[in-house]
């Protein structure tokens, strides 16, 4: 297929338009007022439709001129993408990168860095994979993930520190654990409990107290949470999903030697040497971040 016209054409049209006149587009552009007039004439003559007209001494797009520019400026911001994505690839950077978040991790502690990555970076795609125990070690050993928010360090992957999460037992005010003023362990072996389950397709890992004679198993903690508020059973949540959701309807318990624990939060980069130009500066972003939270 052959183009009648060209993206410099319609960049001069669009630059008459911000300007307001065909002389202060020419000075823009560093171009002659009579180089610009020349090019829109071919333009209009190329389409067969009037693109200006003068009013005031000025020169105006016409309706049919403003609605082509609706138009070509989606055309010209993607001819801007594309050159973008060469300038990227040219210099290495990565299409996509993977990101897997251990399901403990704050999320905004992901998605605030990653606003400002991708306010200098408009080409490389991001996959966020939510993860658990296994699956959270198995992404990282696999090399499956360009960046992992981990629990634990894994062997031979060096990690920085990210975050840590504190986990508290929260029940319903409708539980019959809420009117206990200091429940004890045997309170909760008796109690039905929430727990969350192993993501990872291998071998499957348990962690925290799983003592409770009955269980209901789930797949994150929005569903956690839901379950916990129905006065479903009890659930080791982080504090901040409780926070975040400030229910007055929920109870933290004040569990006698169980009060709450502390889940620390890593940061690792599973491909090592390997990792993407582009996964190394997000990376960088988050542990800065990370730097002005702890």
């Known amino acids: 297929m052959r183009l009648k016209t060209t993206l410099e054409q319609w960049l001069t049209l669009v630059e008459i338009d911000r300007c307001g006149s065909i002389q202060a587009a020419?000075?823009?552009?560093?171009?002659?007022?009579?180089?610009?007039?020349?090019?829109?004439k071919k333009l209009e003559r190329q389409l067969g439709v009037q693109l200006l007209k003068v009013e005031a001494r000025r020169a105006v797009l016409t309706e049919d001129g403003k609605s082509l520019l609706r138009r070509a400026h989606s055309m010209l911001e993607q001819a801007k993408v594309l050159e973008d994505m060469s300038n990227q690839l040219t210099r290495g950077l990565e299409s996509e990168i993977v990101i897997g978040i251990d399901h403990?991790?704050?999320?905004?502690?992901?998605?605030?860095?990653?606003?400002?990555?991708?306010?200098?970076?408009?080409?490389?795609?991001?996959?966020?994979?939510?993860?658990?125990?296994?699956?959270?070690?198995?992404m990282v050993r696999t090399e499956s993930s360009d960046i992992s928010i981990i629990t634990l360090p894994i062997t031979n992957h060096p990690s920085d520190t990210f975050g840590m999460v504190s986990m508290l037992p929260v029940v319903s005010l409708h539980h019959p654990l809420a009117k206990k003023l200091n429940p004890c362990l045997a309170d909760l072996n008796a109690s039905r409990q929430i727990v969350?389950?192993?993501?990872?397709?291998?071998?499957?890992?348990?962690?925290?107290?799983?003592?409770?004679?009955?269980?209901?198993?789930?797949d994150n903690f929005d569903h956690a949470w839901q379950a916990t508020k129905q006065g479903l059973g009890y659930c080791r949540l982080p504090k901040h999903i409780i926070d975040k959701h400030n229910d007055k309807e929920m109870l933290i318990l004040n569990v006698e030697h169980s009060n709450r624990y502390q889940v620390p939060l890593h940061l690792t980069l599973p491909k090592g040497a390997k990792t993407g130009p582009a996964a190394l500066a997000l990376y960088q972003l988050m542990l800065a971040s990370a730097d002005k939270r702890i």
């Open 104 to 138: 403990l991790c704050d999320r905004q502690w992901l998605y605030q860095p990653m606003a400002e990555f991708l306010a200098r970076n408009n080409t490389t795609s991001i996959q966020v994979v939510e993860t658990s125990l296994s699956k959270t070690t198995s």
């Open 26 to 40: 020419a000075s823009k552009l560093n171009k002659s007022h009579t180089t610009l007039i020349y090019a829109i």
């Open 196 to 218: 969350l389950r192993d993501l990872g397709d291998e071998t499957k890992q348990d962690a925290g107290w799983l003592k409770s004679s009955q269980r209901i198993t789930v």
